[in-house]
Each structure stands twice: as C-alpha cells, then as structure tokens.
C-alpha cells in the first residue's frame, strides 16, 4: 500500500487598515519573500487558535478573527531540493492591535510593513504565495463566512482512545 497524501494544513491572518494590508518579510529557502502572516496549524489547536497564535508570532500583534475568508489550496514544488508540497489554508479576515512591546518576531520574519493591493501586484515575484495576492483579492471582493463554519471537535482537545 502506497503512503497517504498529507497535505500541509496552514491558518493565515487577512488583516487590513485603511486601504493597507499587514503583511511579514520573511526569508526563505528562495530567499527574502511577503506573506499574509501565516504558519502551520499545531497539534492540538483550532485553526482560529492557530491564525491568533501565529499572527502574534510573526507580527507580536494580537489578532481577533472576525470570519472565515476562504479555504485554499495550492502546490509548490521547492526549486532547489524539488520537494513537492500542497497547502490547505484556512484564511481568516479581522483586526490586529498595536505591536506588543519587547515581543520579538519569529525566527526568520525579517519585519512587518503594511502595502496597498497595487503595491502587492507590482512585485508578485516577491510573494511567497499566489495565495497571498488571492486572499486579499477575495478580502477586497466581500468574501466572508461564518466563523462557525469551521467546527473544532472537543477530541482535539482530548483525543479519545479505543480499546
């Protein structure tokens, strides 16, 4: 039997103010790209645990969801190692405060800053994603879904063993 697919599961914070898009400069293995601040969901967290977690360590801002944007997949196939990977993100639009003070950034976020959608599409070779320039499209086109559409069973929290 051939080994099960298992697609990368990733939350990623839409976060915008006054036209602006909050974004992280982060290096990576093809070097300095922008992103929607965003990571890999952990064991045991809800995906909207997961994109406050992950907004709060890539930009020290704490992020309140206020809905689900959309659910997103995509394949990259890394150019130096050809490692082929898809994503599963879930995209949640809301607001971020101010940056906490003395909170350093995670490993390899090099900083925030805050572009305009036509800033974005005059450097897409700068973006690690399509799906950065995807989601805020679909943020500026209205997209919004219930938070509630995404349901977190309590066994995540406490798996259940079978005997």
């Excluded at 690690?128 to 320039?133: A, D, G, H, I, V």
Aim: aromatic content about 6%; proline content about 8%.
């Amino acid at each position: 039997m051939s080994e099960r697919w298992k697609p990368s599961v990733t939350v990623a914070a839409i976060i915008e103010r006054d036209g602006r898009f909050l974004l992280v400069e982060e290096e990576t293995a093809e070097g300095l790209r922008l992103n929607n601040p965003a990571g890999h969901l952990d064991p045991g967290e809800s995906p909207e645990q997961g994109v406050v977690r992950e907004a709060l360590e890539e930009t020290a801002r704490v992020f309140t969801p206020e809905a689900l944007l959309g659910v997103y997949l995509s394949r990259f196939i890394r150019p130096s190692t050809g490692e082929d990977v898809t994503y599963l993100r879930l995209a949640y639009c809301g607001s971020a405060g101010e940056p906490e003070p003395g909170r350093a950034l995670d490993a390899g976020i090099v900083r925030t800053l805050w572009m305009t959608p036509e800033e974005l599409r005059a450097c897409p070779e700068r973006h690690r994603s399509p799906l950065l320039m995807r989601c805020i499209d679909d943020f500026l086109a209205g997209v919004r879904h219930p938070l509630s559409l995404v349901t977190a069973d309590a066994s995540l929290y406490n798996p259940e063993t079978k005997r």
